[in-house]
Structures are given as C-alpha cells and as structure tokens.
C-alpha cells in the first residue's frame, strides 16, 4: 500500500495525525533494538506524576522540547531510546483520592490512562514496550530491593528524629514543603514532632557529590543550586569546657572570632541541657523546651527579629580567654545542624548580635574593619582584642588560632556540610512498604530478596490519623508476620518510603522494564546508560537530582553499575505563562492542551509551543499566535503539493537552503527551537518569493520539519515518493561555503572579554544581533541574572555587553 496522500489534498491534521500515529504502531518505528543498537542515545524526559486533571501544557512543552531533541539526533543517525513513564506514588495522589472518596489504587490507572492517550495524541516518540509506573509491583520490588542494599551496607538506618508535622495532612514534611510555618500544600501551621524515622547516609558522599560537578554538562544556575544545597564550610571544631568537666563541642567557620565568643547557645533537645540546668532555673527550661516542640523546623531556622532564649544557670569556659561565659538554649539553634551547640560572637554575627541586645549580654569586638560599625561581620578585618593575635588578618589569624588551641585539645580543623542525611520515611499510606521487618530477638531485619515485593495492600481505611503511625499498622493481617530469621513472631515496618527514592532509580529501569529477576540487565545498562541528554524543569534542580547521583554513586560502588553519575548531560526548560501571568486554576487561565490539540492538531500546537520563546527560558501563552503556526504549515504544504519533479536551484535559493540546514541544526542542538523555526519560516518564504519549489528544494526543508511536525512531515516525505518513514532519513548536509555566503563573523565581548563568535547576515540590525549574542550559551554564563547596562555594537565588526 502507498504511503501517499491523494493529490492537491487540503492540510487535515486530525485524520493525518490519526493516521501516522496508527502507522508508527503498527510499523514499530518508534522500538529501538535495544540489545542490537549501533548508536545508543538514550533520551530522557523527568516523568511527570497523573494528576486527576490530565496533562497540563507545562508537561507538554517539556516533552514537545524533549521529543524533538530525541527525533534530531535519530534523523543525525542515533538510535534513540525514548521512554515514558509516571511517578505515581505520594501524598498528592493519596490526598485527592480522600477527598473524593476513592482509594488511590483505583484512581490512579485511570489517571494514567489518560494522560497515556494524551500523550500518544501530541505525537511523541516514546517505546511504550518500556512504560513504567512507581506504583506498579513489578516497579516497586526493586525499589524496595534498593532499600535492601543500602540496609546492608550500612547506609539505611533509624533513628528518632525531629520533624516537620502538619495536623491537616497528618504527615512529616520536608524543610522545603514548609513556607513561613506553614504547610505548601494546605496552609496549616506546622509543628514540631519527635518520631522514629529511616535514613540514608547521604552525608557519607557529600564532598564526592560536590566534586563532580566540575564534570557535568550542566547549567551553572544547576551547578549553583546544588553546590549551595551541599554547602560545604571549612573551619574548626571548638571545645569549651564546665566546671563539671562537661565537654561541648561547637563548630565554627569563624575561629578568628573565639576572643569575642561571650555566651554558648544549645538546641532546647541537645542530650547536654538536662545535666547543665541549674535548679533555680529548670521551671523556666522545662517550659520554654515545651514551647519550642509547637514549633516547625524552618521557623526555628530561619525565625525572625524576636529571639527567644532561656539561660541554663550554667557556665563554660572560653578555651581562648579562660573567661567563664553563659550557656543558653535558644530556638534558633538546631539539634539536626552541625553539633547542636553555637559559640556565640555577637560583635561579628548578626543573628547572635540581636540576640545578645535583647537579653543585655556583652558584645566583644575582636574584629576591626575600617569604616563598619557592629556588628561587622566582615572577614576582611584586622584582630584586636585577641592577645597574641592581634593585628593579624582574619585568615592567618583563624590558621594560627586553631593550631594554636590544637596544641591544647581544644580544636580540630574541620569540613563541614549543610547537606544532611535523606530522610525516606512518610507515615502514610500510598508508597512502596519498607521492607524490614522488627523481631523482639534479632532486631530490625531485612526482608528477604525472595519474599519481595512487600505489596501494599488494598484497605479501605487509608486516612491517616494524629498518631504519627501509618495507616497500614491498622492491617493487623498484614502487619504480624513471622521473622524470617528466627521464626518468632514480628511486625512490619509501617512507614512506607519516600517517593523520591521512586524516582531516583527510573532512569536505570527503563531498558530493562521486561526482566522479571533483576532491577537492570547488566548488557542493557551497559550500553545504555549513563543517560546520554536529560531534559526537565529546575523545580527539581536540587533534590531529585541529588538524590539520583547519590543513589548512583551507592550501586556503582555495591559493584551493579559501570558508572557514578546517571545524567552527565541536562538541560533545564523554562515555564509557560499565559497572557503574562502564572497559570493557576484560581485565576481560570490553565490551557488544557487536549482543546488545542483539537482544534489546530498536535503539529501546530507542538510548534507553537516552541515558538513562544527560547525552550530553556519559556514564553507567554497567547491566543491570538498559534494563527501564525498554522499559516505557516498551510504554506509549506501548499509548497509540497505544488513540487515539480526536478529543478535547478537559484544561486539565492542556494544559499538559503545551506544557511537554513546549518542555522536549524544549531538551533536544534542547542535547543534554540524558536530560531530554528524561524530559520525555516524564512528559507520558506524565500521559496514562495523565488517561485522555486522542486523536491531539491522542499525535502531538505520536510527533515528538518520533522522533529517538530512529525506527523506533518511524514505525509509530506510520503508525498514526495518515498516508501519510508522520514526519520529512516538523515538530516540534510550543509556546504559551509554556501552557507557562510554573505555572512559575517561578530566577536562578542562581555565587559571587553571575548566570550564568543557570532555568524550572522552582512547587515543584520543591532537589536536582532543582540538578542543572538544573549541567547548563546557561552555568553549566558557571564550575563545570566545580571542587567546589561550597555551595549556597544559596531556594525559587522563587534558586540561588547557591559554588565
């Protein structure tokens, strides 16, 4: 049967799309030989979780941007692996499914359906052989399985923690899920609780976590938010002794300032506070640790001008001055952060500064910095008031300060990280059980390999309660079970996982989605992974992909993967708005992309959506645009239809066809989409102008098309008599004499430092050059988040940006 389309056919894009959908089904154009493939480029997209609304157009401009990056490389010869999955577990499924009366696991196939059928419906180029879902056992036995290995390691354990707990949600919540003490998800004021709760070890690979983002290709706003999030601090370990002999160890990234330390401040929960209260003054301590517990986390961190303490009626001495000072507990210091107690400086820290005002304390300054009044917390200062030290800098005076007091036992130098160890436990019910089981003999035990997967039963009464116990220990028929290394009887661990370690492994599961034995085919890995180009939003620039390169770096080092970092290429795409606001269900302007897909096709709102603005900074959603798209379709079709046999080619046609090859395949690369578009939009408008419109001129034009109208593509490649599908076809190649005819080549400078070189037509306007020069990668480094104050331009010689 012939591919063709009938002649001077109108542009029909539901029955065309119906029809090439049907066709790459049915042809398996869209199934890689995974075993057999030449070329593996494994292209990946963040999966997105199935809410009950259906795919939203912020998912689809990720994977339209995602998908025509994978349907380029395969047209450059790849063989492009694109998979397709959903991070189904977690509180936003479970919370939905209460409210509307309704057990998750049965909402959430049919939330999965649909955005299944969506997401065939926008023409994506994904192997649905390996569809995965977190929820799915056959998924889940291996998380679980993760879980195992890390127990065994040594890198899981437990251990009573304090929390973030909303009474609403009746959950612990992660520092981030906490805005101004308040739950994200429902606005309760969230408290403090106690609770027993697994960890991973994270800690153990900061400084390796740290390291490896010199070898990333990775943006540097990426790379920042990471490193900040790490948080590595150099300095020393403190040690100020009681007259009781008590030790209390401190760390500080200040140890130049120990001369001007006049009071220690304790976590309220520090093991220390009991044997160090005074009688006349536990009444007062025991009250104000009762009222620190109604308090969450992140207020105590971050907390405001009011500070609030309680003095233990105990001393210690400063092991710089030998003075005896107060010891204080105070909310703003954190059992969970470095050694729960702080040296307190209040000369040179703000935060102790305000503190020390409002309990009448004495302030010391050690530090001068002309010009600065307290506190200053410069480090560029001379020190005074510090004995022997005085006059040196704050550098050479730290060094020789801790030697110093190391000769006594009273310092260590340290490294220190902001990074703290994963917590995975969530009291609720929807996630994947963790496998341990608790024996009054042997302890916690792991479940064994054999008995996995530890399924999540079906019960009706999922609510969670104020307890802080999962709902499943409610499930007495599942909750007892026999110890499986002794035989007596035990219990299940209740605290199902997080859903971050659901997904910190998916990218390592998609190969290898049909073996039932094994997380990941040792072959399959090998030649697939690491993920060659990852593509998603910068909402998950900081956890997610931590935690991945931490789970990561933990099974290359168990011996199971060949390499430490799964996604050494990533690319972070920018948000829609619509109309120049944030899309929001309360100011009733979210775009359902299924209405627009209806109307106008999936090639034409595909192209739209890219066309909005660069792919990595995102655009405004407008109605009135999405017009353009389709004249421009009606055109190139109408082009199509029109194509004479043969032709010869104008030297002006020419040129613009190798300008237009090599300018859409930089664009592509870079993910420039908008430009490459508007690339082909030119080079078509050249063709209409010219009169010209042979095959030599329109094929060339229907490839480079292809990623981004692939359907529209397909018909047209059909149209000009050939049998196969366009993306058995190679991208067309340019002659970079035609191309760079007519052409110059702009040096572009940032504050007089060449940064990179432009190629551009002899006479293009300033305004359009510029806005070339800010889109480039090499220039964005050094202008990203800075305002460019001037611009020099000398026509068809030089850019210089003054920032």
């Given at each position: 049967?012939?591919?063709?389309?009938?002649?001077?056919?109108?542009?029909?894009?539901?029955?065309?799309?119906?029809?090439?959908?049907?066709?790459?089904?049915?042809?398996?154009?869209?199934?890689?030989?995974?075993?057999?493939?030449?070329?593996p480029?494994?292209?990946?997209?963040?999966?997105?979780?199935?809410?009950?609304?259906?795919?939203h157009?912020?998912?689809?401009?990720?994977?339209?941007?995602?998908?025509?990056?994978?349907?380029?490389?395969?047209?450059?010869?790849?063989?492009?692996?694109?998979?397709?999955?959903?991070?189904?577990?977690?509180?936003?499924?479970?919370?939905?499914?209460?409210?509307?009366?309704?057990n998750?696991?049965?909402?959430?196939?049919?939330?999965?359906?649909?955005?299944?059928?969506?997401?065939?419906?926008?023409?994506?180029?994904?192997?649905?052989?390996?569809?995965?879902?977190?929820t799915?056992?056959?998924?889940?036995?291996?998380?679980?399985?993760?879980?195992?290995?890390?127990?065994?390691?040594?890198?899981?354990?437990?251990?009573?923690?304090?929390?973030?707990?909303?009474?609403?949600?009746?959950?612990?919540?992660?520092?981030?899920?906490?805005?101004?003490?308040?739950?994200?998800?429902?606005?309760?004021?969230?408290?403090?609780?106690?609770?027993?709760?697994?960890?991973?070890?994270?800690?153990?690979?900061?400084?390796?976590?740290?390291?490896?983002?010199?070898?990333?290709?990775?943006?540097?706003?990426?790379?920042?938010?990471?490193?900040?999030?790490?948080?590595?601090?150099?300095?020393?370990?403190?040690?100020?002794?009681?007259?009781?002999?008590?030790?209390?160890?401190?760390?500080?990234?200040?140890?130049?300032?120990?001369?001007?330390?006049?009071?220690?401040?304790?976590?309220?929960?520090?093991?220390?506070?009991?044997d160090?209260?005074?009688?006349?003054?536990?009444t007062?301590?025991?009250?104000?640790q009762?009222?620190?517990?109604?308090?969450?986390?992140?207020?105590?961190?971050?907390?405001?001008?009011?500070?609030?303490?309680?003095?233990?009626?105990?001393y210690?001495?400063?092991?710089?001055?030998?003075?005896?000072?107060?010891?204080?507990?105070?909310?703003?210091?954190?059992?969970?952060?470095?050694?729960?107690?702080?040296?307190?400086?209040?000369?040179?820290?703000?935060?102790?500064?305000?503190?020390?005002?409002?309990?009448?304390?004495?302030?010391r300054?050690?530090?001068?910095?002309?010009?600065?009044?307290?506190?200053?917390?410069?480090?560029?200062?001379?020190l005074?008031?510090?004995?022997?030290?005085?006059?040196?800098?704050?550098?050479?005076?730290?060094?020789?300060?801790?030697?110093?007091l190391?000769?006594?036992?009273?310092?260590?130098?340290?490294?220190?990280?902001?990074?703290?160890?994963?917590?995975?436990?969530?009291?609720?019910?929807?996630?994947?059980?963790?496998?341990?089981?608790?024996?009054?003999?042997?302890?916690?035990?792991?479940?064994?390999?054999?008995?996995?997967?530890?399924?999540?039963?079906?019960?009706?009464?999922?609510?969670?309660?104020?307890?802080g116990?999962?709902?499943?220990?409610?499930?007495?028929?599942?909750?007892?079970?026999k110890c499986?290394?002794?035989?007596?009887?035990?219990?299940?661990?209740?605290d199902?996982?997080?859903?971050?370690?659901?997904?910190?492994?998916?990218?390592?599961?998609?190969?290898?989605?049909?073996?039932?034995?094994?997380?990941?085919?040792?072959?399959?890995?090998?030649?697939?992974?690491?993920?060659?180009?990852?593509?998603?939003?910068?909402?998950?620039?900081?956890?997610?992909?931590?935690?991945?390169?931490?789970?990561?770096?933990?099974?290359?080092?168990?011996?199971?993967?060949?390499?430490?970092?799964?996604?050494?290429?990533?690319?972070?795409?920018?948000?829609?708005?619509?109309?120049?606001?944030?899309?929001?269900?309360?100011?009733?302007?979210?775009?359902?992309?299924?209405?627009?897909?209806?109307?106008?096709?999936?090639?034409t709102f595909?192209?739209?959506?890219?066309?909005?603005?660069?792919?990595?900074?995102?655009?405004?959603?407008?109605?009135?645009?999405?017009?353009?798209?389709?004249?421009?379709?009606?055109?190139?079709?109408?082009?199509?239809?029109?194509?004479?046999?043969?032709?010869?080619?104008?030297?002006?046609?020419?040129?613009?066809?190798?300008?237009?090859?090599?300018?859409?395949?930089?664009?592509?690369?870079?993910?420039?989409?908008?430009?490459?578009?508007?690339?082909?939009?030119?080079?078509?408008?050249?063709?209409?102008?010219?009169?010209?419109?042979?095959?030599?001129?329109?094929?060339?034009?229907?490839?480079?098309?292809?990623?981004?109208?692939?359907?529209?593509?397909?018909?047209?490649?059909?149209?000009?008599?050939?049998?196969?599908?366009?993306?058995?076809?190679?991208?067309?190649?340019?002659?970079?004499?035609l191309?760079?005819?007519?052409?110059?080549?702009?040096?572009?400078?940032?504050?007089?430092?060449?940064?990179?070189?432009?190629?551009?037509?002899?006479?293009?306007?300033?305004?359009?050059?510029?806005?070339?020069?800010?889109?480039?990668?090499?220039?964005?480094?050094?202008?990203?988040?800075?305002?460019?104050?001037?611009?020099?331009?000398?026509?068809?010689?030089?850019?210089?940006?003054?920032?």
């Open positions: 049967m012939s591919n063709a389309p009938p002649p001077h056919s109108t542009y029909d894009p539901a029955a065309i799309e119906a029809k090439w959908q049907a066709r790459w089904a049915e042809r398996h154009t869209n199934e890689p030989d995974l075993d057999r493939a030449a070329r480029f494994f292209n990946l997209m963040m999966f997105p979780y199935p809410s009950a609304e259906g795919l157009v912020g998912n689809m401009f990720a994977f339209t941007g995602a998908d025509i990056y994978g349907r380029f490389k395969r047209l450059q010869g790849y063989d492009v692996f694109e998979p397709m999955g959903f991070d189904a577990f977690g509180i936003h499924s479970e919370n939905y499914a209460l409210s509307i009366g309704t998750p696991a049965q909402l959430i196939p049919q939330n999965i359906a649909n955005f299944r059928r969506q997401l065939k419906r926008f023409g994506g180029m994904f192997d649905w052989r390996h569809e995965l879902s977190t799915d056992p056959a998924y889940y036995k291996w998380t679980q399985w993760l879980f195992l290995q890390l127990f065994r390691a040594g890198l899981a354990y437990k251990k009573r923690a304090a929390v973030n707990w909303c009474p609403k949600d009746k959950t612990v919540l992660a520092n981030e899920q906490v805005i101004n003490g308040r739950c994200e998800r429902c606005d309760t004021p969230v408290e403090q609780r106690f609770l027993d709760q697994w960890f991973f070890r994270i800690t153990n690979f900061a400084e390796r976590l740290l390291q490896n983002l010199d070898n990333l290709d990775w943006s540097s706003s990426t790379v920042s938010l990471q490193r900040n999030w790490i948080g590595r601090s150099e300095g020393a370990e403190l040690v100020f002794e009681t007259p009781g002999g008590r030790k209390i160890t401190v760390f500080t990234t200040r140890p130049d300032t120990v001369f001007g330390a006049t009071y220690l401040v304790l976590a309220p929960e520090h093991p220390l506070v009991e160090l209260i005074a009688v006349e003054q536990r007062a301590v025991k009250a104000y009762r009222e620190v517990q109604t308090k969450d986390v992140v207020s105590r961190r971050v907390g405001d001008k009011t500070k609030t303490g309680v003095f233990l009626g105990s210690a001495r400063n092991p710089a001055t030998g003075e005896a000072i107060p010891i204080w507990i105070a909310d703003y210091v954190l059992m969970e952060y470095g050694t729960g107690a702080i040296m307190a400086v209040p000369a040179h820290d703000k935060r102790d500064f305000e503190f020390a005002t409002q309990f009448q304390l004495a302030i300054q050690v530090v001068k910095v002309e010009g600065e009044s307290l506190p200053s917390v410069s480090e560029d200062g001379t005074v008031n510090s004995g022997a030290f005085d006059g040196l800098s704050c550098k050479d005076g730290a060094k020789r300060i801790v030697t110093w190391a000769e006594r036992g009273m310092a260590t130098a340290r490294v220190q990280y902001r990074l703290h160890d994963w917590c995975i436990s969530r009291q609720r019910y929807w996630g994947p059980p963790i496998p341990i089981i608790y024996c009054e003999r042997c302890g916690p035990v792991g479940v064994p390999e054999r008995d996995l997967p530890v399924e999540l039963p079906f019960i009706e009464d999922f609510r969670p309660d104020d307890t116990v999962s709902p499943l220990a409610r499930h007495k028929e599942w909750y007892f079970v499986p290394d002794c035989g007596g009887e035990g219990r299940r661990e209740t199902v996982s997080d859903t971050f370690l659901d997904s910190s492994w998916y990218y390592l599961r998609y190969p290898s989605t049909e073996f039932a034995d094994r997380p990941f085919d040792p072959a399959r890995t090998k030649k697939w992974l690491p993920v060659t180009t990852y593509i998603g939003g910068n909402e998950h620039a900081v956890l997610h992909l931590l935690y991945s390169r931490f789970i990561s770096m933990v099974l290359k080092d168990l011996g199971h993967i060949h390499f430490e970092e799964p996604f050494p290429k990533l690319r972070a795409h920018g948000l829609i708005v619509k109309d120049g606001s944030k899309m929001s269900k309360s100011r009733g302007n979210v775009v359902v992309p299924d209405t627009y897909i209806q109307q106008w096709g999936a090639d595909r192209m739209y959506l890219m066309f909005l603005g660069p792919f990595q900074e995102g655009g405004d959603f407008r109605e009135t645009g999405i017009v353009g798209i389709r004249r421009f379709l009606d055109k190139v079709w109408q082009l199509a239809h029109d194509t004479a046999p043969a032709g010869k080619l104008t030297p002006e046609v020419e040129r613009k066809l190798h300008q237009t090859i090599r300018k859409v395949g930089a664009d592509t690369e870079s993910l420039n989409y908008n430009t490459a578009i508007a690339a082909m939009m030119e080079y078509v408008n050249e063709l209409r102008e010219q009169g010209a419109g042979s095959k030599e001129h329109v094929e060339p034009l229907v490839i480079m098309l292809a990623p981004y109208a692939p359907h529209f593509a397909e018909e047209l490649w059909a149209l000009l008599g050939n049998d196969t599908s366009v993306f058995a076809a190679r991208w067309p190649a340019h002659d970079e004499r191309a760079t005819a007519g052409d110059v080549e702009i040096p572009v400078q940032v504050n007089g430092k060449l940064r990179t070189r432009l190629t551009v037509r002899r006479g293009l306007p300033e305004d359009a050059v510029v806005a070339l020069a800010l889109a480039d990668e090499a220039v964005k480094k050094f202008v990203d988040g800075k305002k460019v104050r001037k611009v020099i331009y000398v026509q068809d010689r030089l850019v210089n940006l003054v920032v």
